[in-house]
């Protein structure tokens, strides 16, 4: 029988595209200098698509696929998929829950540390063979004991929240609605959320639901000696506010590990000295993204062997 063919939209870490190829006829999407004339060649042969959760899998890509079977992101992130499309032909999808959350939350932690110790700046300063002939560097905020409000209290806000009990951190949360199973208060408003808040963590999913849920008006209510600290997606932030409020103070600082446009980012991030800048990279340690890998391929084989998959997006 002939192997089913994979369409990879973009690339993986080094063995895991040799892993697909064990088994399929992958065909490397974002290496075609002419995609047209590359989908016209190969779609009658594609069953599935390979993807990421930072790269796009739009409608007319799944038009472009008669035969499409099965979408597998690597990633939890779902928002890249035109859902509503894959749905119309019933394609199922599937995305890498679970596997991610530590990692993901983790780089929340290290970008708050990051930012109210100046670990960057540090470093920088240290490197730089000056600190003999200019001394000490300014003092920094201590992060144990502050006040964090989290943006979407799912498996990473919930991760990130862990981890900040053991910073002795006050924990709130915003939110669709209440989780009376979890010990940290609730606010139904976001301002309110920021008001309280001296980090302000975003861990939502993206997507038309929440574009631009975070407004100048959050910014606002966090004050100038807050942090805004965003681990989930550039599009849940109002992207213009957010510069503005770096440019003039509006804020203390953010770090930053998602942007808009991806990556050919706003060049105006560039000059912020209160802002640490991370490119994208929440889940990116050699032992989540192998078992990302894994877990899409797995799901990939579990649909291609007729059994159900191990994390659908329903
Ligand atoms: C990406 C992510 O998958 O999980 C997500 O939704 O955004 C990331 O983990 C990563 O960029 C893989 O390319």
Avoid at 3 to 22: F, H, K, S, T
Avoid at 64 to 75: F, N, S, V, W
Avoid at 194 to 209: E, I, M, P, Q, R
């Amino acid at each position: 029988m002939t192997r089913p063919g994979v369409l990879v939209i973009g690339p993986y870490p080094p063995g895991d595209i040799e892993q697909l190829e064990a088994h399929y006829n992958v065909h490397r999407y974002w290496e075609a200098t002419d995609k047209p004339a590359f989908l016209a060649l190969h779609a009658p042969s594609i069953r599935a698509i390979a993807s990421r959760g930072d790269l796009a899998v739009p409608g007319d890509l799944i038009a472009a696929l008669p035969k499409l079977e099965i979408i597998g992101i690597y990633g939890v992130g779902t928002d890249g998929v035109d859902l509503a499309a894959a749905r119309a032909r019933s394609i199922k999808v599937s995305n890498t829950p679970d596997v991610l959350t530590g990692e993901t939350a983790d780089i929340a932690l290290a970008l708050m540390l990051a930012h109210a110790r100046q670990v960057p700046k540090g470093d920088a300063y240290v490197r730089s063979g000056t600190w003999a002939e200019k001394g000490n560097m300014p003092l920094a905020t201590r992060l144990h004991g502050k006040r964090v409000g989290i943006i979407g209290l799912g498996r990473i806000g919930k991760a990130v929240a862990r981890r900040c009990t053991g910073f002795d951190m006050r924990i709130a949360y915003y939110g669709r609605a209440t989780q009376v199973d979890q010990p940290y208060t609730y606010f139904s408003s976001l301002t309110d959320l920021a008001a309280n808040s001296d980090y302000l963590v975003a861990t939502l999913s993206g997507g038309a639901a929440t574009a631009k849920l975070i407004t100048a008006d959050v910014f606002r209510a966090l004050g100038p000696m807050g942090v805004f600290i965003n681990i989930a997606r550039g599009s849940v932030v109002d992207e213009s506010a957010l510069l503005e409020a770096l440019e003039q103070g509006t804020i203390a600082g953010s770090g930053l590990d998602v942007y808009l446009n991806e990556p050919k980012i706003d060049p105006r991030f560039y000059a912020l000295e209160n802002t640490v800048l991370m490119p994208h990279v929440g889940s990116a340690t050699v032992e989540t993204r192998r078992a990302m890998a894994q877990l899409m391929r797995d799901n990939i084989a579990a649909h291609f062997a007729g059994r159900p998959l191990l994390t659908p997006v329903e």
